[in-house]
């Protein structure tokens, strides 16, 4: 996952109190130069709307940003 977008869902998902346990692993530099994140997230199957949602807005949120 790509950090500004990690960063924002992590923001999302705080702020809400969204069930989901986000375990960070590890970092690296993609070929465009952009620090990508190895990202496990734990929920529940009735959670998988709500979770897929906010992690939605955080990549519409980090594309806005970008333009």
């Known amino acids: ?5 990690l960063s924002y869902f992590t ?13 960070i692993g590890s970092r690296y530099v993609d070929g465009n130069g952009d620090t990508q994140i190895d990202v496990l997230l734990e929920y529940g199957e ?7 949602e906010v992690l939605t807005r955080a990549i519409n949120v980090a594309i806005e940003q970008w333009k």
């Open 11 to 23: 923001e999302i998902v705080h702020e809400e109190s969204i069930p989901v346990n986000v375990d």
């Open 46 to 52: 009735p959670d998988e709307d709500c979770v897929n």
């Open 1 to 5: 996952m790509h950090s500004k977008v």
